[in-house]
């Protein structure tokens, strides 16, 4: 609604495939993410939150004792939070965020956090048994992009864990307007779990 967003903004679903698609798309750029003082406040004033977050995340992958000596990758990692829950489950894990305040905030309290974005990876000889993508795809103009670079950057058998927040609840239906998962002033793309595994399938992964 123009009350809340200040202008009309529509949310288009493909019939075909069931991906959304913010209309008209978002004008910000990478320095949105650079120079947002918001941002920053989300991960550091939510410390407690994104700590038990990123513990629950990794719940999902596999044992303790199977995360021994493998490489993780958290790709637009914030505050390094999930970093630091790898690294203390056995993990090799290090991650990669445009934000300078947040790697600098990183580095003050020794989580391995590098400022950058992935195509920098490509060009260096690491290789992951996990990636994450953890609530970025909505943020870009071609997700199929960086799902391509991270099957490039992966082991063989790695895997690429991803959480995204899913359009097709009770919630986004019912009371869309107060859905914290549309954010369309900053989301390019929803999804739902079908829409986002013919995503997948397209860029190679199972």
């Not at 941002?39 to 999902?60: I, N, Q, R």
């Not at 637009?76 to 970093?83: D, M, S």
């Not at 300078?100 to 195509?119: C, F, L």
């Not at 359009?167 to 739902?192: I, S, V």
Request: proline share 5%; charged share 20%; hydrophobic share 35%.
């Amino acid at each position: 609604p123009h009350f809340i967003f200040g202008e009309v903004i529509e949310i288009f679903s493909c019939k075909r495939c069931g991906m959304g698609r913010t209309y008209p798309a978002p004008s910000i750029t990478l320095d949105f993410y650079e120079d947002n003082d918001k941002y920053d406040f989300l991960f550091v004033g939510k410390e407690k939150l994104y700590k038990s977050f990123a513990s629950s995340l990794l719940e999902m992958l596999s044992s303790n004792d199977r995360a021994q000596g493998k490489n993780l990758l958290d790709v637009g990692c914030g505050g390094g939070f999930l970093v630091q829950a790898a690294n203390q489950m056995g993990y090799q894990a290090s991650g990669i965020e445009a934000n300078a305040d947040m790697v600098r905030w990183a580095g003050e309290r020794g989580i391995p956090v590098e400022q950058g974005d992935i195509k920098q990876m490509l060009s260096k000889p690491d290789r992951y048994d996990v990636i994450v993508l953890s609530a970025i795809l909505e943020h870009l103009s071609d997700p199929s992009s960086i799902l391509s670079d991270c099957k490039k950057l992966l082991t063989s058998g790695g895997v690429v864990l991803v959480s995204q927040a899913s359009y097709d609840g009770l919630l986004p239906r019912f009371f869309p307007w107060g859905w914290y998962g549309w954010q369309p002033q900053e989301h390019y793309w929803h999804f739902t779990p079908t829409s986002f595994s013919k995503l997948a399938e397209t860029c190679g992964f199972r």
